[in-house]
């Protein structure tokens, strides 16, 4: 066989579509594995770049290839999928990712550790559990309201209903013990997320850059563990506004024959870690317009020309690249001095 250079690899649960190719880009690999076909093939192959999507499973097989000695290169499946000529199936797919890893410009996903992905677990139950909590207290809201039982808003108000439900005799039995059950779901529930974030308290509290990142005004531990926990090469990033940019925070471009054109943010990357930086942003500008902190001169400015929202992702986007600057560099945190009392005053 001739020397192979890179190999495109299309992974799925049980069957592995290859395509490799030598120095001069001919294709030289076109093979169809299963599991332990692929495993002992890259075995006995010599050390070679191999490029797989990044999908499900696809760390275990990049750190599991890469103890062979095989460079490994995962490929976000938007970027492999441009390189598709026409058609899709799977010898396609091995194809466009033997083409994509080629390309000079190409972005690559790190390959994270077990301990790393174990981190990513627990934010990901996290999430889960909040929004199964948030499912099931929509579904007794509006269940009760079948029976004109209606309650403020707020999670907290959802014990309080039950007490209502339980205690009201005129309902069928039938209706309270439905009701009672959901209770029970409601409180295991409950118990089951505060445990996961008493998880994620210590791991927060054991980690020294998520630590340093809740310096930052507008992050908090949730923040600042999400922050470190979906990068953990940070210095895979050409700068802040390159992060910034995978998080979604910056404006969609659709300029033309010169004449630029700015939209709203692209929401493109992680929405849940987007999503906390802007909240988070928000209870900044809240409290500086309740007189009750020291906003910075560009902060005050902000708030006096954009609207809420605007101002919110505005400062979203300065702690994105600020948290960027502080995990590559390890520096603390330094407030910049307060602004002046007529900027405040505007």
């Known amino acids: 066989m001739e020397q192979i250079i890179r190999i495109g690899m299309d992974t799925s649960k049980n069957l592995f579509v290859l395509h490799g190719v030598n120095a001069a880009g001919e294709a030289v690999l076109r093979r169809r594995l299963r599991r332990r076909q692929m495993i002992e093939f890259f075995k006995e192959l010599p050390p070679t770049s191999v490029g797989i999507e990044a999908c499900a499973g696809a760390h275990h097989w990049a750190r599991l290839l890469g103890s062979y000695g095989h460079a490994m290169k995962l490929i976000p499946a938007q970027h492999a999928k441009r390189y598709v000529k026409r058609g899709k199936n ?41 929004r199964n909590r948030t499912q099931l ?27 209502r439900i339980a205690a009201d005799e005129t309902l069928p039995a039938l209706a309270r013990k439905l009701f009672a059950r959901q209770g029970r779901e409601y409180a295991r529930l409950q118990a089951e997320l505060d445990a996961t974030e008493a998880m994620l308290m210590a791991w ?48 969609k471009d659709h300029s033309t024959a010169g004449r630029r054109r700015l939209g709203g943010i692209t929401r493109a990357g992680d929405e849940a870690l987007r999503s906390v930086l802007i909240t988070g942003a928000t209870a900044v500008i809240q409290h500086a317009r309740r007189n009750r902190g020291k906003p910075s001169a560009w902060l005050a400015g ?29 520096e603390q945190y330094r407030a910049r001095t307060a602004a002046p009392a007529a900027a405040r005053a505007a």
Do not use: Y
């Open 204 to 251: 927060h509290r054991a980690d020294e850059r998520s630590r340093r990142l809740t310096k930052i005004p507008g992050v908090g531990p949730i923040a600042a563990c999400m922050l470190v926990m979906k990068t953990p090469a940070p210095e895979a990033f050409r700068s802040g506004r390159d992060f910034a940019a995978w998080s979604g925070l910056t404006p």
């Open 302 to 330: 902000i708030i006096a020309s954009k609207k809420p929202k605007v101002a919110a992702v505005a400062l979203a986007n300065k702690n994105a690249r600020i948290a960027w600057k502080l995990m590559v560099s390890g």
């Open 137 to 163: 207290a929509n579904a007794i809201r509006g269940f009760a309201a079948e029976f004109g039982l209606i309650a403020p808003k707020g999670l907290c108000r959802i014990e309080g209903l039950l007490e």
């Open 90 to 130: 799977d010898a396609a797919d091995a194809k466009a990712l033997c083409e994509a890893m080629s390309r000079p410009d190409m972005l690559f996903v790190p390959v994270k550790t077990t301990d790393q992905q174990a981190a990513l677990m627990l934010i990901r139950i996290r999430e889960r559990l909040l």
